[in-house]
């Protein structure tokens, strides 16, 4: 099982400060990550 980490940044904050061409290029390498099977088993809205 994953344990949750908290984290010192705001991911949300950031991503705001990203330009579009940033961000585009942002989105697609987050969809090229192959996730381990345990975040498989998230569903998508969580």
Known sequence: MVSS???DFNL???LEQLS???L???KSLIRTITLGNE???I???E
């Open 5 to 7: 980490v908290p984290l």
């Open 24 to 26: 585009s290029q942002f």
């Open 43 to 45: 569903p998508q809205t």
């Open 20 to 22: 579009q061409d940033e």
């Open 39 to 41: 975040l498989q088993k």
């Open 12 to 14: 949300q904050a950031l």
